[in-house]
Structures are given as structure tokens and as C-alpha cells.
């Protein structure tokens, strides 16, 4: 008789039933998400980005694809998010946002998503002070919605590195987005191991050099340290002495496994962060922080 399988997240949830409620809310708003069609990004997109390091989603043309994108269902996922059962301050600041939208323009509509795809801090600050709107929870949801909208395909690191031993891309920011990375996933590599990172705002993973700082680009293994959980061999934290900053980097069983693919979820580690921010370490990539 075969052994009956236990749901993955059941099990981690279990050992972390701190994390139930963050789990929960995350996924009520990939629900209210949903599943849309995504966007088209053609082969040409990916070439440009290989060749010149410019990110798919910063090609104007793309960008434009994009948001238009983003713009035909963003009420529609806002509208879900304000009737769902989610923390007060998420679902106020949703009906706020749609508030808010419901009188603009199409085009006053699209300065928040293009703001968030280029990354403009200052100019998607103004624009939320002016509405008096949530920065954190407009920002993390657009992302979220971006994430749902890129070819799953492109997501993956095979479509920037077919051959890891000749790598095409290896910026640290994001071939899609552009933004940097939230953590790190080390994967089995011949006789070791090769680090791919992963997006904070599209999900996207790329292949990086094994050593070093994601962010300030430090490869002096003297200023660069780790930060082991007691109670937990897949996940450290990588930190960098030069810049003061850190990226949670995930080491699950060289084998791999399906149940690691929680380990490489942000919000499934936020107690790494706690620990990071009494050390007073700084967080990057991530879209509510930013």
C-alpha cells in the first residue's frame, strides 16, 4: 500500500504556523489576481535584452504592451482584493486605489503602471501623495499583476542561459523587469552548485555568479558572511558587509524537490527578515519595501 502524500505547504505551515496567516492572504490575492492571457514578448524582445542588457519590459514597445495590459484588468483585480477577506489596511487602501481611478483618464490611469514598471520611486511616491494612497500595497499588487502577465516561459532560467557554461545574461537586475533580485536559489551543478536569482516583482529566475554580492557587485569573500537558521538547512541569509545588505538564498536537497518551490516564495522566510532588521541589515527587491 502506498504511503498517502501530505500537501507540501501543509507540512511547511506545520512547522511554521506563524506564516498561516501571511500564506493565506497571499493567496487570496493570487485568487484575486487570477489567471489572466498573457502578453506576447517575442523571441526579437528576448534577443535585445541578451544583446544590449536591456530589459524586456523597459523596451518601450513592450513597456507600452504591458501596461496596457495591466490597465484592462487592474480594477477588476482591485475590486477583488477590496471585497476579500484581507487585512483592513489592504483592503482599504484597494477601494481607495479604485476610488481613485474611476474618474481619471486612460492615460492619467496608466502614469501609476508605468511609474511602477520603470521603477520611478519619486514619480510614483507624487503620485500616490497626491491621491493619498498606500504605496505598498498599489506597488506590490501592480507587481503581482505584472508577475501574471509575463509568458511563464520567460520566466524560467533556461530562456537567459540555454548553456550554463557559456551564460548570456548575467546582470543583477532582471532580463524581464528590470528589478533586482528578492532571493537566491542554488541549484545542483555538475559537482556543485550554480546560483540562479529570482525576481521580487515578475518572478522571473536568471543564472549569477556563484560568489559575490547581488547587489554592489563585491567579490571579497572577506567582506561577505552567511547567517544560518537554527532549525532550518534550506534557507541562510547571504550577507554583504560592503553594502550592509542581505539576500536569503535557498539550498534545498542537491537533488531537488517539488515541495522546495515554497522556499523560493519571499513571504515564506519573513522571519529571516526579522532576524536580518535587529541586525540592522538592509532588505532589497522586494516591491512593498521598495
Known amino acids: 500500500m502506498k504511503a498517502k502524500k501530505t500537501d507540501p505547504m501543509k507540512r511547511f505551515l506545520k512547522k511554521y504556523p ?31 535584452t541578451l544583446a544590449e542588457k536591456l530589459p524586456i519590459l523597459q523596451q518601450e514597445t513592450y513597456r507600452r504592451r504591458m501596461v496596457r495590459a495591466v490597465y484592462m484588468i487592474q480594477e477588476e483585480v482591485y475590486d477583488r482584493i477590496a471585497r476579500a ?6 483592503r482599504e487602501s484597494a477601494r481607495a486605489y479604485l476610488a481613485v481611478l474611476k474618474p ?23 503620485l500616490c501623495a497626491r491621491h493619498n494612497l498606500n504605496e505598498g500595497v498599489v506597488r506590490s499588487t501592480t507587481w503581482r499583476i ?16 540555454a548553456d550554463p557554461d557559456r551564460p548570456q545574461f548575467r546582470q543583477n537586475y532582471c532580463p524581464v523587469c528590470g528589478r533586482r533580485p528578492v532571493l537566491a536559489d542554488l541549484h545542483k551543478f555538475r559537482d556543485g552548485r550554480a546560483r540562479h536569482l529570482i525576481c521580487g516583482g ?59 518551490y515554497i522556499y523560493r516564495q519571499d513571504w515564506a522566510s519573513v522571519h529571516l527578515d526579522l532576524l536580518a532588521e535587529e541586525k540592522g541589515l538592509h532588505k532589497k527587491g522586494n516591491p512593498i519595501l521598495e
Open 85 to 90: 477577506d484581507v487585512p483592513p489596511l489592504m
Open 146 to 161: 505584472i508577475a501574471a502577465l509575463v509568458p511563464p516561459a520567460l520566466k524560467e532560467p533556461e530562456a537567459w542561459d
Open 104 to 126: 481619471l483618464r486612460k492615460t492619467a490611469k496608466e502614469e501609476f503602471i508605468t511609474a511602477v514598471l520603470l521603477q520611478d520611486a519619486p514619480a510614483f511616491a507624487a
Open 202 to 260: 515578475c518572478g522571473t529566475q536568471w543564472l549569477y555568479a556563484r560568489v559575490g554580492c547581488v547587489y554592489c557587485g563585491n567579490a571579497n569573500l572577506e567582506k561577505m558572511r552567511t547567517l544560518e537558521p537554527e532549525n532550518d538547512d534550506r534557507i541562510r541569509l547571504d550577507i554583504c558587509d560592503a553594502c550592509d545588505s542581505y539576500i536569503k538564498t535557498h539550498r534545498g536537497p542537491a537533488e531537488g524537490s517539488d515541495d522546495d
Open 18 to 48: 506563524f506564516l498561516k496567516e501571511t500564506e493565506r492572504v497571499y493567496r487570496t490575492v493570487d485568487a484575486a489576481v487570477g489567471a489572466p492571457e498573457p502578453i506576447q514578448l517575442p523571441a526579437r524582445a528576448a534577443a535585445k
